[in-house]
């Protein structure tokens, strides 16, 4: 069910941000993200922003993922389980971000701001993860 509701907040909130992406893309290039204004400023510069913060959630995953190899590596076979561990929260971690960042885009159903706020939902939730999975490796 949740993935019907996440669906369907993609579908009505992607396409706006995608109008504004693809119209604003080139100017997004030279603009100043701190100073964006309209939608597909916005929309430009959070698509360049989350794929920057995707790129290190993926990069801390992967760490995090050898850290628990290293772990299991180093235990009884009976005892492992760090990387089943870690795969299996990131899962989870997916479903409830995507579900947490539709259900703040229901907040603007209908308006130029849902693509927007969803996406920035998603920016706000992977660099958070990304601090969770760093701290995995730090141990």
């Known amino acids: 069910m949740r993935q019907l509701y996440f669906g369907l907040a993609l579908s009505i909130a992607l396409p706006l941000f995608g109008a504004g992406l693809a119209a604003g893309q080139a100017a997004a290039q030279n603009a100043?993200?701190?100073?964006a204004q309209d939608t597909?400023?916005?929309?430009?510069?959070?698509?360049?922003?989350?794929?920057?913060?995707?790129?290190?959630?993926?990069?801390?995953?992967?760490?995090?993922?050898?850290?628990?190899?290293?772990?299991?590596?180093?235990?009884?076979?009976s005892e492992r389980g760090a990387q089943d561990a870690l795969r299996s929260a990131q899962r989870a971690w997916i479903a409830?971000?995507?579900?947490?960042?539709?259900?703040?885009?229901?907040?603007w159903v209908g308006g130029s701001g849902q693509g927007i706020a969803v996406m920035s939902c998603m920016l706000d939730e992977t660099e958070a993860r990304s601090e969770v999975l760093a701290r995995l490796v730090r141990y």
């Open 32 to 35: 100043n993200c701190d100073l």
């Open 40 to 77: 597909m400023s916005m929309a430009a510069c959070l698509d360049k922003q989350y794929a920057a913060a995707d790129a290190v959630l993926n990069a801390a995953y992967k760490s995090a993922m050898a850290q628990m190899k290293s772990i299991d590596e180093s235990l009884p076979k």
């Open 96 to 107: 409830v971000r995507d579900g947490t960042c539709a259900a703040e885009g229901f907040n």
